[in-house]
């Protein structure tokens, strides 16, 4: 059926209201971050900085530890992507193709565990990590990630295992491969965008978390970039609002490049050219 103008027109509209409403807030911070602080004083704002200054990055360097907290956030949030999919990738398929009742109250549990606020789990894992000498450290951090970024990642796995033909399997159960061969060999290439999908998930997650940093790093020199991004807000809860935009916007930077890399392995087809027709 052929969508009639208007309505294509109607959608059309929608859509790029959309993306105004997602846009604003991030071409706002990279305008604020180029502003002198004249122009964050005025009474009549604009959107391109009339005397555009990196003043704000280099008072953002030298007032806080950005290089070090951004270095932290890199390897909490690598640290949690990788082992996040290290462990989900045999789990999802064994959920995947099982259908028993295990199966069942297993993916039961991961739905439900995504309800679970931050407060309600993070008295046991400070508990954990505090009995396990792993408060403030990056890698006490790393398994807190893991353990918040899991369910859903087997929640996405699964999916993407369940998409997978069982035929390929089968031909190479005929064909001799065992469990951990047909996994390996045969389902683990063909899961390879699912897998991305899935790290980036767990990435953008532990890059952009703040609660659970908050808490369990104390010293400025563990501490993850969002939690040094507070630190531009003084003690009356007046912010530095160049340095601030400008920190925030490097902050970001990020996870903007790692999703552009891989976005065509996100959006491509996961089995393309896997089965002829």
């Given at each position: ?14 859509l ?21 602080p ?13 005397n ?7 008072q ?19 640290g ?18 099982h259908?028993?009742?295990?199966a ?22 400070f ?9 403030n ?11 918040w ?7 996405m796995?699964a999916?993407?295992v ?21 996994l390996v ?16 998930f ?7 978390e ?10 400025p ?9 507070t ?16 920190a925030?916007f ?10 552009a ?10 089995l ?6």
């Amino acid at each position: 059926m052929r969508t009639s103008t208007p309505a294509r027109v109607g959608q059309y509209a929608a859509l790029l209201a959309y993306l105004v409403f997602l846009a604003f807030p991030f071409l706002w911070l990279i305008s604020t971050a180029f502003k002198p602080p004249q122009e964050l004083g005025s009474l009549h704002p604009t959107w391109i900085p009339e005397n555009p200054t990196l003043d704000n990055f280099r008072q953002a360097f030298d007032e806080q530890p950005l290089l070090r907290a951004a270095l932290n956030s890199l390897l909490a949030a690598l640290g949690a992507a990788v082992i996040a999919v290290l462990i989900a990738t045999p789990m999802a398929y064994v959920m995947a193709r099982h259908r028993g009742r295990l199966a069942r109250a297993a993916t039961g549990w991961v739905v439900i565990s995504q309800a679970f606020p931050f407060v309600l789990v993070i008295i046991p894992l400070f508990l954990v990590l505090k009995n396990l000498r792993l408060i403030n450290s990056v890698p006490g951090l790393v398994m807190v990630y893991v353990v918040w970024s899991l369910p859903f990642a087997l929640w996405m796995l699964a999916g993407y295992v369940r998409a997978v033909p069982a035929e390929l399997e089968e031909a190479a159960a005929v064909d001799g491969a065992g469990r951990l061969r047909t996994l390996v060999s045969v389902t683990a290439p063909l899961l390879a965008p699912g897998i991305v999908a899935t790290a980036l998930f767990a990435f953008i997650t532990a890059w952009n978390e703040f609660f659970f940093a908050l808490v369990l790093l104390k010293t400025p020199e563990k501490q993850t970039l969002p939690v040094i991004l507070t630190h531009f807000i003084g003690a009356e809860g007046v912010a530095d609002l160049g340095p601030l935009a400008a920190a925030a916007f490097l902050a970001t930077l990020p996870s903007l490049v790692v999703f552009a890399l891989i976005q065509r392995r996100i959006t491509g087809g996961m089995l393309a050219g896997a089965v002829k027709s």
